[in-house]
């Protein structure tokens, strides 16, 4: 067995093979593995708080029970928001025929309120220590348990969320983060 591998590593020598792999190497295997790296999305960011807040919407002449998601900027930094949605909605998380859905990704956009109160802005900038709020309409309102679930290590490795996966870009100074959190 020895004899053949001194064999084969003496061929590869002899047809410059160590060097082939390593052009193969940076051609392929690092400008793919540098794509990848910047395509990765993370649970949250350090200082970006997340919220859920039990309250109600008016979807045409309807109320709906709803969840406030209250975004909180405590980074240092600026944070500007933007391609906030929900997706993959389980069954533990009903939402309501009215509620806007693109077809096309099969997620429900969220708009953040403006200073009056209206759900019509598709980003919004946060200074430090300020809060943006967003509003997702469900059909029942939602139980305690709710509000106190931590998704596991496992469930979000497995990318099985229990409810929905909430999804943002956040720029956090010059940083920019995909965010996928799955609840």
Known sequence: MSEWISTAWNWARAN????????????????????????????????????????????????HAAIDIVFTNHTGSVVYISGARVRSCTKNFPVPVEASRDVAQNSYHLKFTDSEGNYVMRE???????????????????QREFFSHTASYV?????????????????????????????
């Not at 919004?124 to 939602?142: E, N, R, W, Y």
């Not at 920019?176 to 609840?183: E, F, Q, V």
């Open 16 to 63: 410059d093979i160590p060097n082939w792999v390593v052009v193969a190497f940076t051609a392929v295997l690092w400008p793919a593995a540098l794509f990848f790296w910047q395509q990765r999305k993370v649970q949250g960011v350090p200082g970006l708080e997340v919220h859920f807040v039990d309250c109600k919407i008016r979807i045409g002449e309807q109320q």
């Open 124 to 142: 919004v900038t946060l200074q430090t220590s300020q809060s943006g709020k967003t509003c997702m309409p469900a059909s029942q309102p939602m």
């Open 155 to 183: 469930s979000r490795v497995l990318r099985r969320p229990k409810y929905f996966v909430l999804e943002y870009t956040a720029m956090v100074g010059t940083a920019r983060y995909s965010i996928s959190t799955w609840y």
